[in-house]
């Protein structure tokens, strides 16, 4: 319903989470109808869809079936690690750096291994744990230096980036 309300009423690319790669095949389908055809809508690009690896280093079944369905219809799929230093990953920002680029990576690989050239967005909502209270950090200076390692790697890999910030 989500994906029904944004492809019907604005111009714009949308882009959301699916619960699963059945869902991705009537969200396409949906969008070839209202882009007029398959070609226009692959030529515009009006949807990309999102998955998020579970923390630590797990690309889950769901998370699987998005990133390998949205593979083999060549539809950008956004992996975003929502690693948590010390909570799902290290204490330290650089120990969580290492597992939020592992998971990212993993889901570029098999998006890879399912379809050579893939369209894959290395994205992030990694932050950290406040100790006092078991909350996520955002806006903390923590959360801006993540980000802003984030953006490099995803510059490094030569990938476009998206980052969550607070």
Wanted: charged share 10%.
């Amino acid at each position: 319903h989500n994906f029904e309300a944004m492809l019907t009423n604005t111009t714009k690319h949308s882009f959301g989470g699916p619960d699963n790669g059945a869902m991705i095949e009537y969200i396409l389908r949906m969008a070839e109808v209202i882009s007029g055809s398959p070609e226009a809508m692959r030529d515009r690009c009006q949807v990309s869809f999102i998955t998020c690896p579970v923390s630590p280093l797990q690309l889950v079944e769901e998370c699987c079936d998005i990133i390998i369905t949205s593979a083999k219809h060549g539809a950008v799929v956004n992996v975003l690690s929502m690693a948590m230093s010390g909570a799902s990953s290290p204490i330290n920002l650089a120990g969580t750096l290492v597992t939020h680029n592992a998971e990212v990576l993993a889901g570029l690989t098999l998006a890879q291994l399912t379809k050579k050239g893939a369209p894959v967005v290395y994205g992030s909502s990694t932050t950290a744990m406040n100790m006092r209270t078991a909350t996520a950090t955002v806006g903390s200076p923590e959360l801006g230096m993540i980000s802003s390692a984030v953006a490099a790697l995803a510059r490094y890999y030569l990938l476009p980036s998206w980052v969550a910030g607070g």
